[in-house]
T-cell receptor
Framework: KQEVTQIPAALSVPEGENLVLNCSFT??????LQWFRQDPGKGLTSLLL?????REQTSGRLNASLDKSSGRSTLYIAASQPGDSATYLC?????????FGAGTILRVKS | GAVVSQHPSRVICKSGTSVKIECRSL??????MFWYRQFPKQSLMLMAT?????????EQGVEKDKFLINHASLTLSTLTVTSAHPEDSSFYIC???????????FGQGTRLTVV
């Protein structure tokens, strides 16, 4: 069974701190990996997509890495801001389907 | 990025009635649409996948006669919850995808409450 696990489930940090969100997956036969942001009661906003042949992607203060051999991905957020507060979801694509983790709820305190 | 518009954002209905949720891709042709359900503080669970002009493929445990999915055009997919019950109350989200592209674009979600 393809499972995606995110750690920690929740995280509270002071503004300005650098932080790492973790995602692990059981089946390494992924097509790609995506990180999403979800604000309360809203849909998902795509942050970064890493194809299976890639190791990392960067966008602004965000950097995501993928290590298929260990079944892990990390999302690094630099210089966190209160506006970064949201739930962050990682998702693995298998075939034509996305399998999501349960998310990490991030709160950045000003 | 591409935009997927989902309506309504919130709906309250009585038990036994049906509710239709619409999902439109505004600036791209969504050859594939996905419908998800999300319970509070839980992840998204895929309900079904639909390709334009074809019948939807439902995930195990999802009742196809209860959750009717139509994908009649490249820009519109609908999910109809038939004979709704309180246990159908949830957050429903659609996602559209173009042929050959890995990116998935999500609607804003619909909060369904069945009373």
């Amino acid at each position: 069974k393809q499972e995606v696990t995110q750690i920690p489930a929740a995280l509270s940090v002071p503004e300005g701190e650098n932080l790492v969100l973790n995602c692990s997956f059981t089946d390494s036969a992924i097509y790609n990996l995506q990180w999403f942001r979800q604000d309360p009661g809203k849909g998902l906003t795509s942050l970064l997509l890493i194809q299976s042949s890639q190791r990392e992607q960067t966008s602004g203060r965000l950097n995501a890495s993928l290590d298929k051999s260990s079944g892990r991905s990390t999302l690094y957020i630099a210089a966190s801001q209160p506006g970064d507060s949201a739930t962050y979801l990682c998702a693995m694509e298998y075939g034509n389907k996305l399998v999501f983790g349960a998310g990490t709820i991030l709160r950045v305190k000003s | 990025g591409a935009v997927v518009s989902q309506h309504p954002s919130r709906v309250i209905c009585k038990s036994g009635t049906s509710v239709k949720i619409e999902c439109r891709s505004l600036d791209f042709q969504a050859t594939t649409m996905f419908w998800y359900r999300q319970f509070p503080k839980q992840s998204l669970m895929l309900m079904a996948t639909s390709n334009e002009g074809s019948k939807a493929t439902y995930e195990q445990g999802v009742e196809k006669d209860k959750f009717l999915i139509n994908h009649a055009s490249l820009t519109l997919s609908t999910l109809t919850v038939t004979s709704a019950h309180p246990e159908d109350s949830s957050f429903y989200i659609c996602s559209g995808r173009r042929t050959g592209r890995p990116e998935a674009f999500f609607g804003q979600g619909t909060r369904l409450t069945v009373v």
